[in-house]
């Protein structure tokens, strides 16, 4: 009984964080880590919980007018695609090969955040291209299914760059690539059996409470919440990152 309720309680942190900003994987992998199953069912396991998550937010956040639906139509089907490759290649190349490159784009992103102030000054949305948008939508969920970390934060950076996205609204558009790319590797995983749903269904109940609460925030709070979580989960995904490296 301790070892669901305690990833329970630890999906639902990691909800909440992903929801604003990404990074729940911060939390979660480790949690599963802990428990002694294979790695790569760590990885399916940590899809099939963290899916929940994504689509309890993304509900949240089509409600509250952040959410561009037409560029929600171009994204989703591209990020399925491409964590579904991502996946794929997962279990044939070890992704370690990553490491130093998410580090340094994650520091970009921190001092992006900490120096950058356009992001809080309203601007006219910026249109994109078809082929931009699914692009960038199979780039990351490709990333997403391969490697993982940073991908919500990452998406949140170029839909503010961009497209001129507010940070609060750029959360929320994020949420579509990581829904389509969770979902797409969930089921990619699930094919090839390394789920194990007696740790993702406690930890999938906890993903939708924190993943709720986390865009609620977002909804209330607005882009100051989302600019101080990004910052907060790029400097601990290095710091995660690292110690994976000299581990």
């Known amino acids: 009984m301790l070892i669901p309720l305690s990833l329970f309680l630890v999906a639902l942190m990691a909800g909440f964080v992903d929801a604003i900003a990404g990074g729940g994987g911060l939390l979660t992998v480790p949690a599963l880590l802990l428990t002694g199953i294979d790695p790569q069912l760590v990885l399916g396991t940590n899809k099939a919980q963290g899916v929940f998550g994504t689509a309890t937010s993304l509900g949240r956040f089509s409600s509250s007018g952040l959410l561009d639906r037409r560029r929600a139509g171009q994204s989703f ?3 399925l695609g491409g ?3 991502g ?3 997962v279990t044939r190349i070890r992704p ?3 490491t130093p490159l998410v ?3 994650l520091g970009a992103v921190a001092v992006f955040m900490i120096f950058n ?3 809080e000054v309203a601007m006219p949305s910026r249109a994109r291209s078809l082929a931009v948008t699914g692009g960038v939508a199979m780039l990351l969920g490709f990333y997403d299914g391969f490697f993982g970390p940073g991908t919500g934060t990452f998406l949140i950076i170029v839909y503010a760059y961009l497209w001129h996205d507010s940070l609060d609204a750029a959360s929320a558009n994020a949420k579509v690539v990581n829904f389509g790319s969770n979902l797409a590797s969930m089921l990619t995983f699930l094919v090839l059996g390394r789920i194990c749903w007696k740790l993702a269904l406690p930890m999938a109940a906890g993903q939708v409470i924190g993943g709720w609460l986390g865009a609620h925030l977002t909804i209330r709070k607005g882009r100051n919440v989302v600019r101080m979580a990004v910052i907060v989960v790029s400097i601990a995904l290095i710091l995660r990152l690292l110690w994976k490296l000299i581990g």
């Open 77 to 79: 089907v591209p990020a």
């Open 83 to 85: 964590a579904a490759c």
């Open 87 to 89: 996946v794929w290649l």
């Open 96 to 98: 370690d090969i990553l």
């Open 103 to 105: 580090m340094a784009l």
């Open 117 to 119: 102030r356009t992001p």
